[in-house]
């Protein structure tokens, strides 16, 4: 069977008409900052009270601890992971792609677990605590007090109400909102600073307690570093920021290798993102800490949650206090936009693709339908208590920092930068801190984590199991030996052999010829072609399938093909073939030995096992019609 084994062209078929993937909608980086800027902005409303708390006299000292980390650890990590990730796969992604098999498909669904909890945290928190303001208004119906969970389930399912009808609008609404509030809280700070001028002695007095409590500088900044974790709900949002740089405008000669203008616009989001937040953070606490009596942050105090409205009350009086309120209520209920969208980025690039949720949840409205859903569950299960979900926030924010920092400290050693390596090594440790005294402090935190991670990894099981006999192939490509194989046949018969290649030596396609002729009582062996397939990462779920034809030892004629498994590579190829040509395909097994119980399961792990049975099993769930199905022969 003198064939050619030079390949002249390439053709490219496909088991079906793939749709055509509409491009994403990009905005102005400034405009996709505020949508991943309310959750960051939005914290404003309850961060200076929880400072506060937390530290007393020395908020603003523990807040400048928390600004220099997010302005020389968390944005510098960020920024690296925008260049590592410019489709908007985070830091998830690059570790991902340092754990191949099944461990990394583990890894990525424990950070998704992590990083849902950090997501749908700040959908219900947010929205609870802007309930809590508007029950706490002075100027509200006296009937909406204690109905804070009803509240809370309006603005959740308002948000998911506006999460249908697209993506533009929550940009569109988003911008309006982090404009407004922000040039608010510029008022209520300047003058808060205005009366602190006039009464110059609060600072003095503040001195003079943080004298008497700590003695000396030294002995405040420790203790501040002791606190500041405490304070991590005001890092929040950077995680969002790239997972969504895909719908940020590039330049024009951008492309989507090289999406340099885009990667550029991004690190200007993330960090006018954190400057602003940081200018924010520390005159807010400076402020609230000199004019508001410590008992007042107290629970059943007026500032507790609510610092900024209480001296915008105070000292702008009663209808511009409203006016704030109204403007943090709003604030804080879209904060979970940027959480949403988030997420609608977040897992279509993970679950679907791994074979771990079903092809729909790609689409983003049953997406929005689902999580709007839990949504409401977690409001309910925690009966929209802020304090109850602050620790599972925070945990959630903290691990996907560490995530990052792990990230981009690996990127920068295989890139060689030793000094960079070394701070990101630096940051990263400090990440951990936090986030183990976030734990110790407040364990619920990981205890809800665990709640997601056990349901996504079993969710994610049940998906997969129920997808193993799909035919998961989405692009068949063969050379023009192939071609050549399937048009010299197809006269006749097409008669493909699964042959496992051991050292593809002569005597094996000889005797595996000789084998299959004999147990199928076939005429002659002058239509065969062996099919031989390796598998590549059996906990991939979904791929191209590349066919390439040669002549063995001058005889045999053998397609050779790479898949995640055996069974459905098989099963597409003779599809495939059968459209092709036109003619249906003969295929040729042997039993494999073996219980078939363990067989099955090393189908399910590792892509081999009962390939015959699997094989058919695929073509029958394919293929409906038994008169157009290819044979399956086991002998």
């Known amino acids: 069977m003198g064939l050619p084994t030079t390949a002249d062209f390439m053709e490219r078929v496909t088991p079906t008409a793939a749709p055509v993937k509409a491009p994403e909608r990009t905005h102005a980086w400034w405009k996709v900052m505020c949508l991943t800027g309310v959750d960051y902005f939005s914290t404003l409303g309850y961060q200076p009270g929880i400072a506060a708390l937390a530290a007393g006299a020395l908020a603003p000292i523990a807040t400048v601890v928390l600004v220099l980390l997010t302005l020389f650890g968390a944005l510098p990590v960020y920024r690296r992971v925008a260049e590592e990730s410019p489709r908007g796969q985070g830091s998830i992604a690059m570790l991902e792609r340092l754990l ?16 849902l909890t950090d997501f749908m945290i700040t959908i219900t928190l947010s929205a609870a605590d802007a309930s809590a303001h508007v029950v706490e208004n002075p100027n509200v119906p006296d009937f909406l007090h204690g109905q804070e969970v009803a509240i809370t389930i309006g603005l959740v399912v308002l948000l998911g109400a506006l999460f249908l009808r697209g993506f533009t609008e929550a940009i569109g609404v988003a911008v309006v909102l982090v404009v407004v509030y922000l040039v608010l809280n510029v008022v209520v700070i300047a003058v808060a600073f205005g009366h602190v001028f006039g009464n110059p002695s609060v600072i003095s007095d503040w001195t003079a307690a943080l004298t008497k409590e700590h003695g000396n500088p030294l002995m405040m900044v420790a203790v501040a570093l002791v606190l500041f974790p405490k304070l991590a709900l005001g890092m929040s949002g950077f995680e969002t920021g790239v997972a969504v740089m895909t719908h940020v405008d590039g330049e024009p000669g951008d492309t989507e290798e090289h999406p340099v203008g885009r990667i550029r616009n991004t690190k200007k989001l993330l960090a006018t993102a954190a400057i602003l937040m940081s200018g924010y953070l520390i005159t807010s606490s400076l402020v609230t800490t000199w004019l508001i009596p410590e008992k007042e942050f107290e629970d059943g105090g007026k500032a507790n949650g609510r610092a900024l409205a209480y001296l915008a009350h105070q000292y702008l009086g009663s209808a511009f206090g409203t006016v704030y309120d109204v403007s943090t209520i709003a604030i804080l209920w879209f904060a979970g936009a940027s959480a949403m969208a988030g997420m609608l980025n977040l897992i279509p690039r ?30 309910w299960i925690f009966n929209a208590d802020v304090d109850a979900q602050g620790g599972a926030y925070a945990t959630g924010v903290l691990v996907l920092f560490t995530s990052a920092g792990a990230a981009v400290t690996l990127a920068a050693r295989r890139a060689g930068q030793r000094r960079l390596m070394w701070a990101f090594v630096a940051i990263t440790v400090v990440f951990v801190y936090t986030t183990v005294d976030n734990v110790v402090e407040r364990p619920d935190g990981v205890k809800i984590g665990g709640f997601f991670i056990a349901v996504i990894v079993g969710l994610s099981i049940l998906s997969r199991l129920s997808r193993a006999f799909e035919l998961r192939t989405t692009e068949v490509v063969w050379d023009d030996t192939v071609e050549m194989f399937l048009r010299d046949c197809a006269r006749r018969s097409i008669r493909l052999v699964a042959n496992e290649p051991d050292d593809r030596g002569s005597e094996e396609y000889r005797a595996k010829l000789g084998q299959i002729v004999a147990d199928n009582d076939l005429p002659d062996a002058s239509d065969i072609i062996f099919i031989e397939v390796t598998v590549t990462d059996p906990s991939d779920f979904e791929g191209v399938i590349e066919a390439r034809g040669e002549v063995a030892h001058g005889l045999y004629r053998v397609i050779c093909l790479s898949s995640p498994t055996v069974p459905n590579a098989l099963a597409a190829l003779l599809l495939r073939i059968r459209e092709h040509t036109g003619v249906r395909p003969h295929v040729y097994f042997e039993w494999t030995e073996g219980s078939p119980g363990l067989n099955l399961l090393k189908f399910l792990l590792f892509g081999v096992g009962e390939v015959a049975p699997v094989t058919r099993e695929v073509l029958r769930r394919a293929e409906h019609d038994r008169t157009l199905r290819p044979h399956v022969h086991v002998g």
């Open 100 to 115: 191949p098999f099944w461990k990394g498909k583990l890894f990525v669904l424990v950070l998704l677990g992590f990083a």
């Open 350 to 379: 993970y679950l679907p693709r791994y074979g771990m949720a079903p092809e729909w949840t790609a689409a983003v409205r049953p997406l929005v339908i689902i999580l709007t859903a839990l949504g409401i569950v977690i409001t």
